[in-house]
Structures are given as structure tokens and as C-alpha cells.
């Protein structure tokens, strides 16, 4: 089993920035590969980034990724997704995920499968 629970939403005024973080306990962290999912009111869940259980490999929405960045810290067992230039469109509730799982395969991983945390709220006022 592995916990998740992400932090670092709010509110922020567009073009600004947050970072969100994904503390992850349980088992080994290390070696899953994590995500990272948003979900608007009245929309699908949606891909932002995922990373490698090394950080070696990444991969993003390509609709995202000229603003964010995805990074983690194994050592600490917690995930990041940095992310600039906010708009009033990037409103969401933010997910981590964990799973046994390529990057490209974490944008496509179906809700029933892997670890998920409970989200945070993330609002861009204009």
C-alpha cells in the first residue's frame, strides 16, 4: 500500500505560481512512477505530467508542458509539480498517482488502478 497526500493548493491570481507536493508513505515510493491528474467541475479527469520512479524520464500533457514541471525527491518520498504562468483554466482539483507503470502509460492509467491521493484545489482568479 502507499498513502498519498498532496499539499500546496490555493489561491493564486493569474500568471503566478504554485507548487504542489505529493508526501507519499507506505511502501516503496521510490520505485513507482508518479503522476499527476486535475479534474474541473463538469470535466473529465485530466493528464498533466508523470515521472519516472528515478526522475530520469518524464512526460507531460503537451498542452501543459511549456508551465509546469514535474520533479521529485525520493530520498524525502514526495513528488512536486511546479507550475507557472496560471490561468484562470488551470482551476482544478490536483492528484498524484503512483503506479507500476510507464510515464506514457500513467497519462492513460484507468482511476481503478494505483495509489491516489484525496487531492488539493487549486483556483486561478483572473
Known amino acids: 500500500q502507499v498513502q498519498l497526500v498532496e499539499s500546496g493548493g490555493g489561491l493564486v491570481q493569474a500568471g503566478g505560481s504554485l507548487r504542489l507536493s505529493c508526501a507519499a508513505s507506505?511502501?516503496?515510493?521510490?520505485?513507482?512512477?508518479m503522476g499527476w491528474f486535475r479534474q474541473a467541475p463538469g470535466k473529465e479527469r485530466e493528464f498533466v505530467a508523470a515521472?519516472?520512479?528515478?526522475?530520469?524520464?518524464?512526460y507531460y500533457s503537451d498542452s501543459l508542458k511549456d508551465r509546469f514541471t514535474v520533479s521529485r525527491d525520493n530520498a524525502k518520498n514526495t513528488g512536486y509539480l511546479q507550475m507557472n504562468s496560471l490561468k484562470p483554466e488551470d482551476t482544478a482539483v490536483y492528484y498524484c498517482?503512483?503506479?507500476?507503470?510507464?510515464?506514457?502509460?500513467?497519462?492513460?492509467?484507468?482511476?481503478?488502478?494505483?495509489?491516489w491521493g484525496q487531492g488539493t484545489q487549486v483556483t486561478v482568479s483572473s
Open positions: 498517482a503512483a503506479e507500476s507503470i510507464t510515464t506514457q502509460g500513467m497519462a492513460v492509467m484507468l482511476k481503478s488502478r494505483g495509489y
Open positions: 507506505g511502501r516503496a515510493f521510490s520505485s513507482y512512477t
Open positions: 515521472i519516472s520512479w528515478s526522475g530520469s524520464s518524464t
